[in-house]
């Protein structure tokens, strides 16, 4: 684990990308992982010491940030998502990186 920045945030070497995250799209051409593959993805990457996670609200149409979302339920308090916001496909989820997280199913740290 490193320290990133001056945040006091501890975070994995590794990342793990989760784009193909019930693919949709262009995103299934690199694999489509369902749910419960993602939860078991997701599960051993904590338990191996990979707490950072890259989605994005484009990837999939979403249901990349719902899959991940899910797939650390109980446990997204070990997590640090980095995400971000594309311009082409923001439909508002701005309010989601702010902190109202209905629309995606994991709560802010």
Excluded: W
Excluded at 51 to 79: P, Q, T
Excluded at 82 to 89: A, Q
């Amino acid at each position: 684990m490193r320290l990133l920045g001056r945040s006091g945030l501890r975070v994995s070497e590794l990342c793990l990308g989760v784009s193909n995250f019930c693919a949709t799209g262009l995103y299934q051409k690199s694999g489509d992982i369902g749910q419960e593959e993602a939860d078991r993805i997701v599960a051993a990457a904590l338990d191996g010491g990979i707490n950072s996670f890259n989605v994005a609200e484009i990837y999939s149409d979403g249901n990349a940030e719902i899959s991940l979302g899910k797939a650390l339920g109980k446990r997204r308090h070990e997590a640090i998502v980095i995400t971000k916001v594309h311009r082409r496909g923001c439909r508002g989820e701005i309010t989601v990186i702010r902190g109202s997280t209905s629309s995606r199913g994991a709560k802010p740290a």
